[in-house]
């Protein structure tokens, strides 16, 4: 698919077909992730790639707005080493919209689920749910998890209203770009 045709045929999808994702897609997306740009190429991200069901079911219960990951035949988990990147965020932002990109590409979709400065309950973070249930090390940070799969509902692609014109300025803020 043409690089702008996955711009806007990209949409946020949160349910899922009951067939799992093929591994050598898989392993593309991993590969997308790989390709991204980072800081000093300091890459200090790392992938926890899950299938498995029971897994994902508990994902889902991370927080509000994940429970589209209980019929994701996939989640891949997106966290960075804090302690090898000041911008270890910025990393890892650009790694998961690397592979919310790339599902389009390879025909699948997904949506994006906000890990950091999220809560799970009164007294736990999502980030430290996550980081239990799948053995993460303390000085690795979770962003997100990328919920992937074959979409079960249709979203149309994005029209022209998304070009907002007016923010965007030439040579000063506020002097439009498009007078
Ligand atoms: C930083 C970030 C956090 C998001 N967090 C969630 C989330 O926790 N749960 C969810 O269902 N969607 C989440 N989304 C998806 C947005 O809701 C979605 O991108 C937005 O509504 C626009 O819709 P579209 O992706 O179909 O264009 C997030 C997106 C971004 C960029």
């Given at each position: 698919?043409?690089?702008?045709?996955?711009?806007?045929?990209?949409?946020?999808?949160?349910?899922?077909?009951?067939?799992?994702?093929?591994?050598?897609?898989?392993?593309?997306?991993l590969?997308?992730?790989?390709?991204?740009?980072?800081?000093?190429?300091?890459?200090?991200?790392?992938?926890?790639?899950?299938?498995?069901?029971?897994?994902?079911?508990?994902?889902?219960k991370?927080?509000?707005?994940?429970?589209?990951?209980?019929?994701?035949?996939?989640?891949?988990?997106?966290?960075?080493?804090?302690?090898?990147?000041?911008?270890?965020?910025?990393?890892?932002?650009?790694?998961?919209?690397?592979?919310?990109?790339?599902?389009?590409?390879?025909?699948l979709?997904?949506?994006?689920?906000?890990?950091?400065?999220?809560?799970?309950?009164?007294?736990?973070?999502?980030?430290?749910?996550?980081?239990e249930?799948?053995?993460?090390?303390?000085?690795?940070?979770?962003?997100?998890?990328?919920?992937?799969?074959?979409?079960?509902?249709?979203?149309?692609?994005?029209?022209d209203?998304?070009?907002?014109?007016?923010k965007?300025?030439?040579?000063?803020?506020?002097?439009?770009?498009?007078?």
């Open positions: 698919m043409e690089f702008f045709e996955v711009l806007r045929r990209r949409r946020s999808v949160r349910r899922f077909q009951d067939k799992p994702v093929p591994e050598e897609l898989v392993e593309k997306l590969e997308a992730a790989f390709l991204s740009p980072s800081s000093f190429n300091k890459r200090p991200w790392h992938f926890i790639v899950v299938d498995d069901k029971e897994k994902l079911k508990a994902l889902s991370a927080k509000l707005g994940a429970s589209g990951l209980a019929t994701a035949p996939l989640a891949i988990v997106i966290t960075a080493d804090e302690s090898r990147s000041d911008v270890w965020i910025e990393d890892a932002s650009i790694a998961a919209e690397h592979i919310h990109l790339a599902s389009f590409a390879l025909g979709s997904s949506f994006w689920v906000q890990i950091r400065n999220r809560v799970h309950s009164e007294d736990k973070t999502a980030e430290d749910y996550v980081r249930l799948l053995n993460i090390p303390e000085n690795y940070r979770v962003l997100c998890i990328i919920g992937i799969g074959y979409p079960a509902e249709k979203k149309p692609p994005h029209g209203e998304v070009f907002e014109w007016e965007a300025s030439k040579n000063e803020f506020g002097r439009p770009f498009k007078p």
